[in-house]
């Protein structure tokens, strides 16, 4: 059973957006939080932007604040995160997470083994 499949990534010009989407299975979604993380080459995976689905408040790591937003549609279990003003640093693998049944959001962690998706790949050419 797939639970969370990510899209929307590809290649960009710095300074271009891309718009990331997230679709979760109805259970998956009503752990009540969905994140986003990436992971470039040679670097460990970094949570960059969390939503709580039931408030819709947000977190976002001090790298993309200001520049990425995350949203949701609850109609459609779909998390969405749109990359504005992409920077070639950006450049990474970009993966949608969300808790397991007993676990939670605290900020960008996510406690014990999320679930994850298969990722989807951002390029920012310079």
């Known amino acids: 059973q797939v639970l969370l499949v990510e899209s929307g990534g590809g290649s960009v010009e710095a300074g271009g957006s891309l718009r990331l989407s997230c679709a979760a299975s109805?259970?998956?979604?009503?752990?009540?939080?969905m994140a986003w993380f990436r992971q470039a080459p040679g670097k460990e995976r970094e949570g960059i932007a969390t939503?709580?689905?039931?408030?819709?408040?947000?977190y976002y790591a001090d790298s993309v604040k200001g520049r990425f937003i995350i949203s949701q549609d609850n109609a459609k279990n779909t998390v969405y995160l749109q990359m504005n003003s992409l920077k070639p640093e950006d450049t990474a693998m970009y993966y949608c997470?969300?808790?397991?049944?007993?676990?939670?959001?605290?900020?960008?962690?996510?406690?014990?083994?999320?679930?994850w998706g298969r990722g989807t790949q951002v390029t920012v050419s310079s």
């Open positions: 939503i709580y689905t039931r408030s819709g408040s947000t």
């Open positions: 109805e259970y998956t979604y009503r752990s009540g939080c």
């Open positions: 997470a969300a808790p397991e049944a007993d676990g939670y959001c605290a900020g960008l962690v996510i406690s014990g083994e999320p679930i």
